[in-house]
């Protein structure tokens, strides 16, 4: 089998609760996402997907995405799309990092090899060990009052995990949490996530407001080292997610850190292939983790779904299913949460079908 076309496709995912607003002004209402649809001299078609979050998340941005995506379609044309280590062999050869255009054709080429082999992407890369498995739900920075109401709105629909954006003041910060804590459940899962926004004096400021509450501590700050300085003055447990961009960094987020706990995010880490590799590094290390991505719609959160259900129960603290946060589908939201809990397709590939007539033309094609 060979790759014969590469599409890209663009299209604005709307977030469903109105402005998505992290630490540091960070916010909006809709994102800019990518598609890829990888075609085959078989006939056979895959899917992915990648999104940004705006360009001062991580350091990429949209445009740059479909850029490099342009560049790598044209070195991967007549490989086998099911011969994973040497397409990101020949991604690599080209472009040094750039792994959130990489993970759209990961994702799309994982895609082929479970339809070629007509078996779920979970059964390819472990096995489905959970039909069921937790979400949790960021809560946008607003007022400690807002952010109570709408954990109470979410928890409707059955949600008991929340991320909690915090980031800027730490004595507001912990205003906010409190507030979302009063409102949960006792068994909730709680996790006060500052994006990296406080420095060093406020995110030991933060933590030390914090003490006492049943809550997990994400990346206080931007660098590891910051983190392992505000980690040693704190009593909560430590999640790390944006510094975390390879092994060593997983190594020193647990030993120098002294996180428990790591999101492993697809587009950070170059798709599934990536994300299933930090996925064994983390289980073997006894950290938890969640599996999810920077941002996303149908095809993302199918391509999370499946990494998700097939790791160790013990080891997954929860994923995200990014088509409940938007309103745009383009597979006809698939997969569906259930009261709080995502399942992975069970059809061949990523499981879904994409709807590409209804994205309108392709931002451009590679042959």
């Known amino acids: ?37 990888i075609r085959t001299d078989a ?30 379609a044209s070195v991967i044309i007549d490989l086998d799309p099911t011969n994973l280590s040497r397409v990101h062999q020949a991604m690599d050869a080209v472009l040094l990092g750039q792994n959130n255009a990489k993970s759209a054709i ?6 082929i090899l479970g339809k070629v082999a007509n078996l779920p992407i979970s059964t390819l890369i472990g096995g489905t060990t959970q039909e069921a498995f937790p979400l949790y739900e960021a809560v946008p920075l607003a007022s400690p009052e807002q952010m109570a109401e709408f954990v109470r709105m979410r ?21 906010r949490t409190r507030s979302v804590v009063e409102a949960c459940r006792d068994d909730a899962v709680i996790i006060a996530d500052s994006n990296g926004g406080w420095n060093l004096q406020a ?22 080292a910051d983190c392992a300085i505000v980690q040693k003055m704190s009593s909560l447990p430590l999640v790390m997610d944006e510094s975390v961009v390879n092994s060593a960094e997983l190594y020193r987020a647990k030993y120098e850190a002294g996180a428990g706990s790591v999101n ?8 599934i ?32 779904a499946h990494v ?15 088509n409940d946060w938007t309103k745009e589908h383009v597979a006809g939201y698939l997969p569906r949460s259930k009261e709080g809990r995502g399942r992975a397709p069970s059809g061949p590939g990523l499981g879904i079908s994409v709807d590409h007539k209804a994205l309108g033309p392709a931002l451009f094609e590679v042959r």
Request: aromatic letters at 8%; hydrophobic letters at 40%; charged letters at 20%.
């Open 203 to 224: 995110g030991i400021i933060a933590v030390r407001e914090l003490a006492g509450l049943n809550v997990y501590v994400e990346q206080p700050c931007r660098d590891t």
């Open 273 to 304: 292939t990536g994300a299933v590799r930090m996925r064994g590094q983390a289980q073997d290390l006894g950290m938890t983790m969640c599996i999810e991505d920077v941002w996303g719609g149908d095809v993302t959160t199918a391509a999370v």
């Open 43 to 72: 006939g056979v078609e895959g899917w992915g997907e990648n999104s940004t979050l705006g360009g001062t998340y991580l350091p990429t941005f949209a445009e740059g995405t479909r850029e490099a995506i342009r560049v790598l």
């Open 155 to 175: 928890s409707k629909a059955g949600i008991n995990r929340f991320q909690v954006k915090v980031g800027n003041d730490p004595f507001d910060d912990a205003r």
């Open 1 to 37: 089998m060979k790759i014969t076309a590469i599409d890209a496709f663009g299209y604005e995912l709307t977030y469903a609760h109105g402005e998505y607003v992290m630490s540091k002004g960070r916010a909006a209402q809709s994102q800019a996402s990518t598609l890829v649809r």
């Open 106 to 111: 990961d994702i799309a080429c994982w895609d």
């Open 264 to 271: 492993i995010k697809l587009g950070r880490l170059g798709g």
């Open 308 to 322: 998700a259900a097939s790791t160790q129960a013990e080891a997954l603290l929860h994923a995200s299913f990014f």
